[in-house]
Nanobody, 121 residues
Framework: QVQLVESGGGLVQAGGSLRLSCAAS????????MGWYRQAPGKQRELVAI???????NYADSVKGRYTISKDNTKNTVSLQMNSLKPEDTAVYYC???????????????WGQGTQVTVSS
């Protein structure tokens, strides 16, 4: 099986910074992409940032210039550096991985348990 475990959420004042990390573990054969989604109360889960195996990145317009996604292929980890945080960034942040592993024959999506990020005004 494949597991994703996030860390690094918390409470921060507007304008502050936080760094989220996610580690993928288990029977991993290959990782196609890893990234972050978030879900605020009463809203749908949305893509925040994603990074592919060749290092390509994609960001939500709302976080461009403030967030940076990075990965460490040797450790199967992905991180999200969040700067200039705003109250509207408050949400549960979920790690996502498109991973080939376990008994599955191809790539499938895996989710972490989520970590709360709260930005106070």
């Amino acid at each position: 099986q494949v597991q994703l475990v996030e860390s690094g959420g918390g409470l921060v004042q507007a304008g502050g910074s936080l760094r989220l990390s996610c580690a993928a573990s288990g029977s991993i054969r290959s990782i196609n992409a890893m990234g972050w989604y978030r879900q605020a109360p009463g809203k749908q889960r949305e893509l925040v940032a994603i990074i592919t195996d060749d290092g390509g990145t994609n960001y939500a317009d709302s976080v461009k210039g403030r967030y940076t996604i990075s990965k460490d292929n040797t450790k199967n980890t992905v991180s999200l550096q969040m700067n200039s945080l705003k109250p509207e960034d408050t949400a549960v942040y979920y790690c996502y991985g498109q991973i080939a592993g376990g008994l599955a024959s191809g790539f499938r999506g895996y989710w972490g348990q989520g970590t709360q990020v709260t930005v106070s005004s």
